[in-house]
């Protein structure tokens, strides 16, 4: 199945900024949709920010709007997350997840068929 791995997270002050890292395998990236998701402890899951199959139509949450910014690279099957801005209740851990269908129809969870298993952020104050 398509799997995906995730990297780049870590330990940032408040104000800093992390590029996160999503490489896909096994399948055909460039028919996916990309998502990033998060969760804190105690917390459903978040999501961060979404686009489609060529990088068009990027949809962003609104808790990150302005901050984040999905790209991808189809040559590499790789998806990113540049963050920019950290705050503290960006903590979670985040993780990269791909939808079949080629365009990003929703903000849903359920949308995306495959997941990587998370990387952590943690931003302190």
């Known amino acids: 199945q398509v799997q995906l791995v995730e990297s780049g997270g870590g330990l940032v002050q408040a104000g800093g900024s992390l590029r996160l890292s999503c490489q896909a395998s096994?399948?055909?990236?460039?028919?996916?949709?990309m998502g990033w998701f998060r969760q804190a402890p105690g917390k459903g899951r978040e999501f961060v920010a979404g686009?489609?199959?060529?990088?068009?139509?990027?949809k962003y949450g609104s808790s990150v709007k302005d901050r984040f910014t999905i790209s991808r690279d189809n040559a590499k099957s790789m998806a990113f997350l540049q963050m920019d801005s950290l705050k503290p209740e960006d903590t979670a851990v985040y993780s990269c997840?791909?939808?079949?269908?080629?365009?990003?129809?929703?903000?849903?969870?359920?949308?995306?068929?495959?997941w990587g298993q998370g990387t952590q952020v943690t931003v302190s104050s």
């Open positions: 997840a791909a939808g079949e269908g080629f365009i990003l129809t929703s903000m849903s969870p359920e949308e995306f068929h495959y």
């Open positions: 096994g399948g055909d990236f460039k028919t996916y949709a």
């Open positions: 686009v489609n199959w060529n990088g068009g139509s990027p």
